[in-house]
DNA sequence: CAGGATCCAATGCGATACTG
DNA sequence: CAGTATCGCATTGGATCCTG
């Protein structure tokens, strides 16, 4: 049984919500090419806080989303690394910023008109 | 030139903003069929009040995704209509809910399982 | 290195009521 | 029918400082 993201009590929701916060997708995107430290990613994504970039990284794990590996080292060194469920969100992620990236240049000029316009 | 999502001062960020947001996502599912009237998409999106459906479509029609046409007529009559450029947000936009759609219930599990572990 | 703690500002969003 | 006006809160995210 699949979901329906037109009903509002669907947990599909849910995960339109989790798609939809600022820095979940740029994780994914992160991850995709194999494991990363947690500095490589704070450095990767710019403008990220170590508080909030935690908070993402702990609700995605929650999510089934990525695995968070600790070793037991010094200095410490904690590794994040997309599930298979992680990396199958991959594909469509990677389609939404690919349109992004593409028609950044037309949504800007959109907006442009628009506001140059009177009225 | 292409965006970059990974820059934090490249627009990419704000189409990824738009995206994200709570109603955009289904406008456009909505409106991938054809045109449809204020109150076909305020039913047919649960959940959405009046106010903020306008000012998803508003921001949707500023940044080139959607036309609004008001017809001269009594009751008065307004249809919305996606762009080509809108219409081509739909694909990406249809990938990323249908994996929604397929792995809500991975998701919901993997909440529990964790929620339910100790510590 | 990988975070936790705390405080605070912005704002997205909802509820409700009203209108041309 | 297709909105607008007002109010207010809850959440998100940022700045800053601290620590095992």
């Known amino acids: 049984m699949?979901?329906?993201?037109f009903d509002p009590d669907c947990p599909t929701r849910l995960i339109l919500d989790r798609i939809g916060d600022k820095w979940s997708v740029l994780v994914v995107l992160s991850l995709a090419g194999g494991p990363r430290r947690f500095t490589e990613l704070r450095r990767r994504i710019g403008g990220v806080?170590?508080?909030?970039?935690?908070?993402?990284l702990r609700t995605m794990e929650r999510d089934g989303l990525l695995t968070r590996h600790v070793f037991a080292e010094v200095p410490p060194r904690v590794e994040y690394a997309l599930t298979p469920l992680g990396l199958s969100l991959g594909r469509p992620i990677q389609a939404i910023t690919d349109w992004a990236e593409e028609h950044v240049e037309a949504v800007v000029a959109a907006r442009a008109r628009h506001d140059g316009l009177p009225g």
Not at 2 to 5: N, P, S, T, W
Not at 49 to 56: E, H, R
């Open 49 to 56: 806080t170590p508080k909030v970039l935690t908070q993402t």
């Open 2 to 5: 699949r979901g329906d993201a």
